[in-house]
Structures are given as C-alpha cells and as structure tokens.
C-alpha cells in the first residue's frame, strides 16, 4: 500500500524534500533517541584519537584516518546490503560487541581546549555533550538504527513510492547531534549527491527528528525547486595521495552560476520529534548553529541506487 499521497510526491517533485510529520510514532522516535543518547554516553574519551567533524567551511578538510576508516565501515555497510537487506547482521562473522566498537565519535571542535606544546586538547564539556556526530554505519553496526532504516517495512515503501531508485542501497548512516550552546557548527548550503556520488546521480537522504527541530536549535532549510536547476560538479573524494579528503571537478559538468545561499525563497523546516523529511540529492539545503540550550539530535541515512546500472564510484570517500 503507498504510504505517499499524490500530494506528497507532486511535493516531492516540485520542491526536492518533502517533511512527512508523525512518520515514526512516539514510542519508536523514543526507542531511536534511547540509543542515541546511550551511544553519547558510551562515549570513552580516553580511547578517542579526538577527531573533530570539520566542514569545508572551516578552511580544512576532514582527514584524518578516524574519519576514512569510519567511511571503510560505510563501505562495509554497502556490501552488507548488497548481500541483503534484511538479517545480514546475524550472518555477519563479527561479533556485536565488535560491532559496536567500530562505531566512529566525531567531536565538535569547540569542545576541546587548543593544544600547545605542552599539553594535548582538553575535554571543555562533558563527554556526552563533546559529540558532533556518530556514524558512520549505524545502520549496519548498531540494531536499534538498523531497525529503522531499509529493514523498515515502512521505510522501504516509502522508498519505492519516490520511484526514484530501482534497488535502493543504504550508503551512510548516523546520528548528527547539534549540542545545546556548543553545537556551533552550521551545515553550509550543499547538496548530497556531491558527497555521495554516483553517475549518474541518484542519492536520496531520509533525515528524522528525535527530538523537536526548530530555528533556534538548527532546524534544516530548503532551496525548494533547486534540485531541478543545480548540478552536481563537484565531488567529495579520498584524496589521491591516500590522507585526507579533497573535492574534485566531475568531467563535462558545468558549474552552476547561481549563488545559493543569497537566492531567495529559502524555507526552514521546523518539525516535531517523529518527523521524516526526505531530501533530493540535487536540492540545496543547510542548517545553521545551534546557540540554544536545547539539543537537537537527529538520525539521517542516504540511499543510492544499486540497480539501473549507476555507478559507484571508488574514488568515493
Ligand atoms: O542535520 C543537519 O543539520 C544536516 C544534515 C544533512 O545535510 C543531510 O542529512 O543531508
Ligand atoms: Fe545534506
């Protein structure tokens, strides 16, 4: 049974995201921020080379090997499905405790204490409240969240009723908190599939609210219709050398001339704990900080095609 009405999918078409409210029901949403806020306080510093999630903004690349070999377990989550999409992790030779050790913490910068010759960055806040993200294939390391990705019967139909992708395949998975106060980190304007290439381009994002999203917290913004106009003509790869991350130009496609963030028509998308939105691979969206005191915490997971023939490409970070 569709689980879209006509409305919602000649939404989808026209803006590139569509914000489906009460999608999870308030004891599944429970169950998904449970884990989250279990997995923050598992959190060992100790055991942490202190990587911190850093964006292109920041003037840096994020690189270091946490972060690839965090993207190795994305992989690992690629094969996974391609296997199957459901019990693949009872067949897993891993155990799950080893599982749940390969999750990667990404720290918020401003969270720790500059290092100096003499000592090494600091925790400033406790250590569940350090994290910027946890990733980066919950949906194949950890059972709550793998519950509530493709292996959702609803989730899978939702999937199909976009009638985007023949074979959608989970590519990355994780949660994104936006701490209270120190979540001072925004999500510049960007597309996904330049982060998640394929060719041609195919990502789709389903983002959900575990806890009320609003402006003040960091609630996510639109460029609605951008989908249809912005082209994908860059792409976020490994760098060759083998460190780090790099963005590339993809051959034959010409940048757009559009300054994004200055257009107009930008909507926010506030919503209640519970919320789907999904999000096209081609729209243009951001989030900014979040200087409030309360949390905002999110579980998000990016499908790509697996059939039609799409290529994905090993280059991919
Ligand atoms: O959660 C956010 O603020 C940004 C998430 C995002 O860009 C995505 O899920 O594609
Ligand atoms: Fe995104």
Known sequence: ?????????????????????????????????GEARRLLDEFDP??????????????????????????????????????????????????????????????????????????????????????????????????????????????RQVAKDLGEQEDPRVLQSMVICKQPRIGGRAVPCHNDSTFLYTDPPSAIGAWIALEECTPQNGCLSFLPGSHKISRTHQRFVRHPSGKGTTFIDVEGVEPNEEKWDEMDGWKEAACPAGTLVLIHGSVMHKSPPNPSDKSRLIYTFHMIEGGKGFVYDEKNW
Not at 11 to 26: A, C, N, Q, T
């Open 1 to 33: 049974m569709d689980l879209l009405s006509e409305e919602q999918l000649t939404r989808w078409k026209e803006e590139g995201y569509l914000i489906v409210p009460s999608f999870f029901s308030d004891e599944e949403t429970a169950e998904m921020l």
């Open 46 to 155: 100790t055991s942490h080379p202190m990587t911190t999630f850093k964006t292109a903004a920041d003037g840096e690349h994020v690189g270091d090997d946490y972060f690839l070999n965090s993207g190795d377990k994305v992989r690992d989550s690629l094969l996974s499905y391609a296997r199957s999409h459901a019990g693949f992790g009872d067949r897993d030779p891993r155990s799950q405790s080893k599982l749940a050790a390969d999750i990667g913490y990404f720290l918020e910068p401003s969270s720790l204490s500059p290092a100096t010759d003499s000592s090494p960055s600091q925790l400033l806040v406790p250590p569940a409240q350090s994290i910027n993200k946890i990733g980066h294939a919950l949906a194949v390391l950890n059972p709550v969240f793998r519950k509530y990705t493709l292996e959702n019967e609803r989730m």
